[in-house]
């Protein structure tokens, strides 16, 4: 440990050693001197390297870091891999000269879905020399050169720049302003149309937001590989919902607009165009759009000729890979995956291979389950699977082929509470399918994800465990690491006591206070998540430091991976298609029962829930429907009703309406509010644009003319991400846990 991070320790231990209190008006005084600390350090995150990036010349990676709770903007750092040095090389500060950042409604938005709750730069790229970086801040495009430590700020036109991107050959730039697309080019100095006539109801170049937030696709333009033309969305809001974000505190300021597509409601029309990147004509890429609703992904980059889009049908029961001829715009069928519940949509690929004549997929196997697939470039034709089921591949997170052989960097689940990197490395045209010999890049247990070189070889690992905070290394051709991008992150001022094992058939944790005393019987919090497409029980230790926290009070805290989280094979996930009422809340009975079974020191007649999202939805759901079991909850900006959430995620999970009334009838919180018997406490942002406000109104309401006993907590101004206001958070915790002890009780 350096010098200054044993002083940054001794800070934390010495602020915790310093006790603050803060009163529930409904139960004890609660210790929140580390809830303080964990909420201004975002979970002891700030200080740590995020997004490297290696430089095409392998000599440095580039990394934003954040200093600390009081400089809580990400800056950009840059490792040396040959002197080990790491400086700074750009802050907001020095771009800004001094004046505050001012994000735009729809920079704030973007931020949100990509759940950046820091200020600073969100991001940086790269051109392909590796010699300028490009940022943007308040709405401004800056171009950073590496070798004369000078930036330079693009006089864009007015309205902020968003979603801004090099051109392959590094001579312009483009990014969406006033809903168009615009380039600027670097020598000239001057900035072009591309797209004209956008709108707030007609964009241009902008990702929906049921792409941004649920199919993580974030840019509505992409570029051509000889940036010559670029494919630009055309997102039509013409009959979707509109939606009002108003701030109940400040009456005077104008609800914000948003456009929000519910179940068996009108979707965005969306469809694609390529264009001249000087402007001109637009040609439309060619698709039945009536079965097709939904564009999840677009593939046009340098190492690939080939131009591709993933297509969904609006039950997400069908994914489509088409080629597009760009002179035309006529599309090719590649390939289809069908599921009779739903198909996963996996963003990041397909990844070309001339070596290999074909693509790489991370598709289906008979069963549903995943596995990486080579398929014929032309036909999408089935030739061999790469890596199979049986290994738990979860992505590909690179590929690149040479005259001499083909290697394939990808994550997989050796168990779902871990991620680990492996490498395939084949032969080009001699591939050896299904061989169990591929290299692993990660090392030792826990949580681990990488970023690559362009020449696929070099990489960076973060990598975090039970016992470790995240750390970031960068390794060199030969797969030895080179040194660490150093943190200046607080650690935190203990290592949570959690035992992460499968018990029956639910992998489960358990975090007992730091002064267990085995001779006791502890009520319990369960900490719940349990959606689709998530993992809650990992192993890595950010996840179980306010779960301590929480056990510390006098409680033992659990969490178990219910039916529908995925890792556990095609037919563990989909147990939930129409189901989201009975079949998780039923697995999280039958998981804390076996744990109680295990552990008797679990008072299984004293047992709270916490959740928040569709974990608060699992909290409400689960003193409504099973107050047997559990006596309290907290319940966090809840789905209570359906309906009321986005096209693109419940559909895909509960089905269309009309037809699958009854699933939407089942899964709703509000029929059983007259049942409700147990204390409840209702908590949310009501400027959540994500999960709205209304959604615990609507319980509200419902709770209230049953005549039940309920508690409310409304956080004004607060969005989705809660975590993002350290005061918020602080409190939040606090008043949770004293709700539990007043409810629950202490240790008998």
């Known amino acids: 440990m350096n010098t ?52 095409p010349d392998g000599n440095a990676v580039l990394f934003l870091r954040a200093e600390g709770p009081k400089k809580a903007k990400l800056r950009l750092f840059e490792f040396n891999t040959a002197t080990l040095q790491t400086r700074e090389r750009l802050s907001p500060e020095s771009l800004l000269k001094g004046a505050d950042e001012n ?47 000078k930036s330079r700020e693009l006089k864009t036109g007015e309205g902020g720049a968003i979603d801004p991107q090099w051109s392959p050959d590094g001579a312009r730039i483009a990014y969406v302003r006033g809903f168009d697309v615009y380039t600027y080019d670097l020598a000239s100095g001057k900035e072009s149309p591309v797209t004209t006539g956008g709108t707030a109801i007609k964009t241009h170049g902008l990702a929906e937001f049921v792409a941004q937030e649920e199919m993580s696709r974030f840019s509505g333009y992409w570029w051509s590989p000889d940036s010559k033309t670029i494919i630009y969305e055309e997102a039509d809001h013409t009959g979707v919902e509109t939606w009002w974000i108003a701030d109940p505190l400040k009456p005077d300021i104008k609800p914000q607009e948003q456009f929000y597509p519910r179940p068996g409601k009108a979707n965005v029309k969306v469809r694609l165009g390529i264009i001249p990147a000087t402007g001109g004509k637009t040609t439309w890429i060619d698709w039945d759009r009536t079965r097709w609703e ?29 080629s597009v001829d760009p002179k035309t715009g006529k599309s090719s069928q590649l390939l289809l995956e ?56 979860d992505s590909i997170l690179d590929v690149h082929s040479s005259r001499f052989d083909t290697i394939i960097n990808y994550a997989a689940n050796p168990d779902p509470t871990q991620q680990w990197i492996y490498r395939r490395k084949e032969p080009s045209r001699n591939v050896n399918p299904g061989s169990d010999k591929d290299d692993i890049l990660s090392r030792g247990d826990g949580v681990h994800t990488a970023t690559f070189a362009p020449d696929g070889w070099r990489y960076t690992i973060t990598s975090t465990s039970l016992k470790k905070m995240p750390e970031t290394w960068a390794f060199n051709r030969d797969a030895n690491r080179v040194g660490d991008l150093a943190s200046v992150a607080m650690e935190p001022p203990f290592v949570p006591q959690v035992k992460v094992e499968k018990v029956g058939d639910y992998w489960t944790a358990v975090v007992r206070p730091r002064g267990f005393d085995a001779t006791r019987k502890y009520p319990v919090i369960v900490d719940v998540y349990g959606g689709p497409k998530h993992q809650h029980v990992v192993q ?64 299984r007649d004293r047992v709270g829930i916490v959740g928040w999202s569709f974990g608060g939805y699992m909290a409400a759901n689960a003193v409504l429907r099973k107050p047997d079991i559990f006596k309290a909850a907290v319940a966090g900006a809840p789905v209570t009703d359906w309906e009321d959430y986005d096209t693109h995620y419940t559909e895909r999970y509960m089905g269309l309406l009309p037809e699958n009334r009854k699933a939407y009838d089942e899964g709703s919180l509000l029929p059983l509010a007259k049942d409700l018997s147990r204390p409840l406490l209702l908590v949310h942002g009501t400027a959540d644009d994500n999960v709205y406000y209304r959604h615990t109104l609507k319980l509200s309401k419902a709770l209230f003319l049953a005549g039940r006993e309920f508690d409310v907590l409304p956080l004004p101004g607060v969005t989705h991400m809660y975590s993002a206001d350290p005061a918020v958070a602080e409190k939040l915790w606090a008043r949770t846990v004293g709700f539990f002890k007043k409810h629950l009780g202490e240790p008998r």
């Open 4 to 55: 200054l991070a044993r002083r940054l320790t001794l800070a934390v231990l010495l602020a915790v050693a310093t006790p603050a209190f803060a009163a529930d008006p409904k139960g004890p005084d609660v210790d929140t001197s580390f809830l303080k600390l964990f909420a201004e350090t975002r979970g002891f995150m700030l200080g740590r390297p995020v997004k490297p990036k290696i430089t």
């Open 103 to 149: 994000l735009s409604p729809e920079e704030k938005a973007r931020r949100e879905r990509q759940r950046v709750s820091v200020g600073g730069f969100a991001d940086y790229h790269l051109d392909l020399s590796g010699r300028f970086v490009l940022v943007s801040l308040s709405g401004r495009l800056f171009v950073f050169d590496r070798t004369t430590d």
């Open 294 to 322: 939904y564009l999840a992904a677009v593939r046009w980059k340098d190492y690939q000729e080939t131009l591709t889009i993933q297509l969904q049908d609006r039950k997400q029961q069908t994914l489509g890979l088409f």
């Open 338 to 393: 069908r599921d009779n519940a739903w198909v996963n949509l996996e963003q990041n690929q397909p990844w070309f291979s001339g070596a290999m004549g074909g693509f790489f997929w991370l598709g289906a196997d008979p069963e549903g389950n995943p596995e990486i697939q080579l398929r014929l470039g032309g036909t999408g034709k089935l030739t061999d699977v790469m890596v199979a089921a049986k290994h738990h591949p």
């Open 540 to 603: 890595a230790m950010r996840n179980w430091l306010i779960p301590q926290w929480l056990a510390d009070q006098g409680f033992i805290v659990v969490a178990i991976e219910n039916r529908g989280t995925s890792g556990r094979g095609r037919d563990w996930e989909r147990a939930v298609y129409e189901k989201f009422g009975t079949v998780p809340i039923e697995d999280q009975v039958k998981g804390l029962h076996a744990l109680c079974d295990k552990y008797p020191e679990m008072d």
